[in-house]
């Protein structure tokens, strides 16, 4: 089963200096029935004008991934990190028993990222954190495993059985992406077009897929986010 989600019928919110997305119900924005998808409770497409950012906060008991599409995003946390994340690179956050941090665009241009909450599969963990980068040419017209679950050979290992792939397909370049049963996905058409199966989508917007497999052809140079998990 595959359900389109249109762009311009998600939640969202403009402040000036920070425009959102919202695929599920956050901040000002409520839906009832679009509080989550199985196990992802938050998926945020954020444009962030140069010198803005969230000051520091907290967060508990939630897996937080954050992939930047454009731009620069600088971390900071209490747990003494600090780093700088650029185009097509990740950062992670296991917040477990709690902490605290902030994300700035201290860069030139408007950054623009998405960020991710998963439940985690109990609370109380350790809080953690991570950051990482890789080739881009891995992604391109393959699909590149990004994260996964803490028993895989990902990459980056979050407490949830979820995997979180990207590639960077290029037009005219075909890929399968196979969601067996009993196992359901989100997937993100961050730029670009593509028709997934008989489904087209444009930038921003967004895909369900309950145990069906998919065969994606790239209309244009498409960049493309997954996130496969437990059917819930």
């Not at 731009?71 to 003494?80: I, K, Q, S, V, Y």
């Not at 593509?194 to 140079?221: F, G, M, P, Q, Y």
Request: glycine content about 8%.
């Amino acid at each position: 089963m595959l359900k389109k989600i249109y762009a311009d019928k998600m939640g969202g919110s403009d402040l000036g200096w920070l425009k959102s997305k919202f695929h599920f119900s956050f901040s000002n924005y409520y839906n009832p029935s679009n509080i989550n998808f199985g196990d992802l409770r938050v998926l945020n497409d954020d444009l962030i004008a140069s010198g803005q950012g969230f000051d520091m906060h907290p967060h508990k008991d939630m897996e937080i991934l954050t992939y930047v599409i454009d731009g620069e995003l600088t971390h900071e946390d209490n747990m003494g990190n600090k780093c700088v994340i650029k185009r097509g690179e990740i950062q992670y956050m296991s917040a477990g028993t709690g902490v605290s941090h902030s994300e700035h665009n201290f860069g030139d241009e408007i950054l623009r990222l998405i960020q991710i909450w998963i439940y985690p599969d109990r609370e109380g963990y350790k809080p953690d954190y991570g950051d990482a980068s890789f080739d881009w040419d891995l992604r391109i017209n393959n699909w590149f495993k990004l994260a996964g679950n803490v028993n895989s050979n990902a990459p980056i290992k979050i407490y949830q059985d979820v995997s979180i792939d990207v590639t960077y397909l290029e037009e005219g370049q075909e890929i399968d992406y196979p969601v067996r049963a009993d196992r359901q996905a989100y997937l993100v058409q961050l730029e670009g077009m593509s028709i997934i199966n008989d489904v087209n989508l444009n930038a921003r917007d967004a895909l369900e897929i309950i145990e069906e497999d998919i065969k994606i052809k790239a209309v244009t140079d498409s960049h493309l986010f997954i996130i496969e998990m437990v059917k819930r």
